[in-house]
């Protein structure tokens, strides 16, 4: 599923310098995305939820959230691999969002 693969840590390096030079790398990070309160942030399955929540926020979407909320392979799927199947599939129409944020 998605593009999730093992490549050698020399290919990556490369390709990651090769992609902040064109100014095409994000970084999401932060210690304790997991953590129990007092934390308060979200977990990864519960950024993973919101994200596609977020996608099937429309009314006609609602029942398949619902539907695909319930099965054992969505409540199992980790969250990047949820991430990268959305970046397959709209991560182009999402660079101007990001490009706000800088």
Do not use: K, N
Not at 14 to 36: I, K
Not at 45 to 69: N, S, T
Not at 70 to 93: H, K, N, T, W
């Amino acid at each position: 599923m998605g593009r999730l693969r093992r490549i050698r840590f020399g290919q990556f390096l490369t390709r990651l310098r090769r992609e902040a030079a064109a100014g095409r790398v994000t970084f999401l990070v932060g210690a304790g995305v997991s953590m129990l309160p007092p934390t308060y942030l979200p977990s990864g399955p519960r950024l993973r939820d919101v994200a596609v929540r977020a996608l099937c926020g429309m009314p006609q979407l609602r029942a398949e959230w619902r539907r695909l909320a319930a099965l054992p392979r969505y409540r199992d799927m980790v969250p990047e691999i949820a991430f990268q199947s959305i970046d397959d599939c709209i991560g182009e129409r999402l660079g101007p969002l990001f490009a706000m944020l800088h």
